[in-house]
């Protein structure tokens, strides 16, 4: 090959090489003292305010001097520019920071003797973008640590320590004020101690194990009113538990001690025990209202009183006809939310509205008695003159024809009680209760 041949050759890569050279997005500048050169690519010629292409060694370095001017740390960037004055051999990487664009540029400088060329190699990043994301997590890290030292509630961030492949133990790298004043620690005898360490009492009890499972398979942990047992006199503490995992190997643990809440509940639940077993074994009707004014309990102490059950008595439409009576035993207070109403278990003396004597009060009473032979499991119902002296809301009499066609079509539903035979009754009297001492008995001949 002749040398004008070679020449050409070299031109040729060089040129190949200069366009490389300037369209990667990394800032790039050559620089040969020597021979007094320096080159600018496209992105270095943005980022340090400077033609693109070809240069002097002097007006590089006065386009540095100016950035360097420019510079919000200018006492760490005066001391990376004076190493290389030092040490023409000597390298850096530095963070240039601006108040207007670039805002943080990257700043690499390391000498390059490659053959044909003794000289150094400048490298400029433009980490604005970079640095714009890290301020923004950095805002976001602190609304979530000032919401964290606010939370009433300890929370702590655990990371997994393996062993063997297995995750063996999980080490404090964070905790909320509550988690401190609470084991009563401060932080930094929490970070990098493990569970075991600061909270032995999760270990004994298990719950290192789930937190554990939580870390490596993700699995929450949702576990309310959990008992722990200290090992003193009143150490038995409960607790709400919430665990989730972050990522692989890291969870975030929060607890609320709800033993306060807990105790209560048992005592709301032993006192409504005793309310119960106190309620059912006196004469009076007690009975629960809720906000509607309507019956959502009543003493067993009913069946004396209305003669209905307490379940029938809740039954609708017997539960509007029950508070009817009830509301004529005691004065007609209202009451703005739930309530108790309480009815003697014994009602003053009334005139029975009917013109039947009553069995049994004078002693000339004549009985007449007659037998009848029944058939084998045959059933038989005794019932006074109550049943069927009834006042109908269309102001007609019931009568003794109207009472057996009732009885009939109700006893031949299977399993019918005396308690819908009396429930029906009620619904057809005009005032939901009845006008006369009301007698039914049910007889079942084997």
């Given at each position: 090959?002749?040398?004008?041949?070679?020449?050409?050759?070299?031109?040729?890569?060089?040129?190949?090489?200069?366009?490389?050279?300037?369209?990667?997005?990394?800032?790039?500048?050559?620089?040969?003292?020597?021979?007094?050169?320096?080159?600018?690519?496209?992105?270095?010629?943005?980022?340090?305010?400077?033609?693109?292409?070809?240069?002097?060694?002097?007006?590089?370095?006065g386009a540095i001097a100016n950035l360097a001017?420019?510079?919000?740390?200018?006492?760490?960037?005066?001391?990376?520019?004076?190493?290389?004055?030092?040490?023409?051999?000597?390298?850096?990487?530095?963070?240039?920071?601006?108040?207007?664009?670039?805002?943080?540029?990257?700043?690499?400088?390391?000498?390059?003797?490659?053959?044909?060329?003794?000289?150094?190699?400048?490298?400029?990043?433009?980490?604005?973008?970079?640095?714009?994301?890290?301020?923004?997590?950095?805002?976001?890290?602190?609304?979530?640590?000032?919401?964290?030292?606010?939370?009433?509630?300890?929370?702590?961030?655990?990371?997994?320590?393996?062993?063997?492949?297995?995750?063996?133990?999980?080490?404090?790298?964070?905790?909320?004020?509550?988690?401190?004043?609470?084991?009563?620690?401060?932080?930094?005898?929490?970070?990098?101690?493990?569970?075991?360490?600061?909270?032995?009492i999760m270990a004994r009890s298990g719950m290192?194990?789930?937190?554990?499972?939580?870390?490596?398979?993700?699995?929450?942990?949702?576990?309310?009113?959990?008992?722990?047992?200290?090992?003193?006199?009143?150490?038995?503490?409960?607790?709400?538990?919430?665990?989730?995992?972050?990522?692989?190997?890291?969870?975030?643990?929060?607890?609320?001690?709800?033993?306060?809440?807990?105790?209560?509940?048992?005592?709301?639940?032993?006192?409504?025990?005793?309310?119960?077993?106190?309620?059912?074994?006196?004469?009076?009707?007690?009975?629960?209202?809720?906000?509607?004014?309507?019956?959502?309990?009543?003493?067993?102490?009913?069946?004396?009183?209305?003669?209905?059950?307490?379940?029938?008595?809740?039954?609708?439409?017997?539960?509007?006809?029950?508070?009817?009576?009830?509301?004529?035993?005691?004065?007609?207070?209202?009451?703005?939310?739930?309530?108790?109403?309480?009815?003697?278990?014994?009602?003053?003396?009334?005139?029975?509205?009917?013109?039947?004597?009553?069995?049994?009060?004078?002693?000339?009473?004549?009985?007449?008695?007659?037998?009848?032979?029944?058939?084998?499991?045959?059933?038989?119902?005794?019932?006074?003159?109550?049943?069927?002296?009834?006042?109908?809301?269309?102001?007609?009499?019931?009568?003794?024809?109207?009472?057996?066609?009732?009885?009939?079509?109700?006893?031949?539903?299977?399993?019918?009680?005396?308690?819908?035979?009396?429930?029906a009754l009620q619904d057809r009297s005009a005032?939901?209760?009845?006008?006369?001492?009301?007698?039914?008995?049910?007889?079942?001949?084997?």
């Amino acid at each position: 090959m002749t040398d004008a041949a070679a020449q050409r050759m070299s031109r040729s890569h060089a040129g190949l090489l200069a366009g490389v050279f300037d369209e990667v997005d990394v800032g790039l500048v050559s620089v040969n003292p020597d021979s007094d050169f320096a080159h600018v690519n496209r992105t270095a010629a943005a980022l340090v305010n400077m033609p693109v292409g070809d240069a002097t060694v002097a007006a590089f370095n006065g386009a540095i001097a100016n950035l360097a001017q420019r510079a919000l740390n200018q006492g760490e960037v005066a001391e990376w520019l004076g190493s290389l004055e030092r040490d023409p051999t000597a390298e850096f990487k530095s963070l240039w920071v601006f108040a207007d664009y670039p805002t943080h540029l990257g700043v690499v400088s390391k000498p390059a003797p490659y053959p044909g060329f003794d000289g150094r190699i400048w490298a400029f990043y433009d980490n604005s973008p970079l640095a714009r994301a890290v301020k923004a997590s950095d805002h976001a890290n602190a609304r979530l640590r000032a919401s964290a030292d606010t939370m009433l509630d300890p929370q702590v961030l655990l990371e997994a320590v393996v062993e063997d492949g297995r995750i063996a133990d999980l080490v404090t790298r964070d905790a909320n004020n509550a988690t401190c004043d609470y084991l009563g620690l401060h932080k930094a005898e929490l970070i990098g101690r493990s569970v075991r360490q600061t909270m032995p009492i999760m270990a004994r009890s298990g719950m290192l194990a789930q937190f554990i499972h939580c870390a490596e398979w993700g699995d929450p942990v949702i576990l309310d009113g959990v008992a722990f047992d200290s090992g003193i006199p009143g150490g038995l503490r409960y607790y709400d538990i919430r665990a989730s995992r972050a990522e692989p190997g890291w969870i975030s643990v929060t607890w609320r001690d709800v033993t306060e809440r807990s105790e209560l509940a048992q005592r709301i639940a032993e006192s409504e025990e005793h309310f119960r077993l106190l309620a059912e074994d006196v004469g009076d009707v007690v009975v629960r209202l809720d906000e509607d004014g309507m019956m959502t309990w009543i003493s067993k102490s009913i069946e004396h009183v209305l003669g209905a059950t307490a379940d029938h008595a809740l039954a609708a439409p017997q539960r509007r006809q029950i508070r009817l009576s009830l509301d004529r035993r005691r004065p007609p207070h209202r009451f703005p939310g739930p309530a108790l109403a309480l009815a003697p278990g014994t009602a003053p003396p009334v005139e029975l509205a009917t013109d039947s004597i009553p069995v049994g009060i004078l002693k000339e009473t004549k009985y007449d008695d007659r037998s009848y032979t029944v058939p084998p499991a045959a059933e038989i119902l005794v019932f006074s003159d109550g049943a069927f002296e009834l006042a109908l809301a269309d102001g007609q009499r019931w009568s003794l024809a109207q009472f057996i066609d009732l009885f009939a079509r109700t006893a031949a539903r299977p399993g019918w009680t005396l308690d819908e035979l009396t429930g029906a009754l009620q619904d057809r009297s005009a005032s939901g209760l009845f006008e006369d001492d009301c007698t039914l008995v049910r007889l079942h001949i084997p």
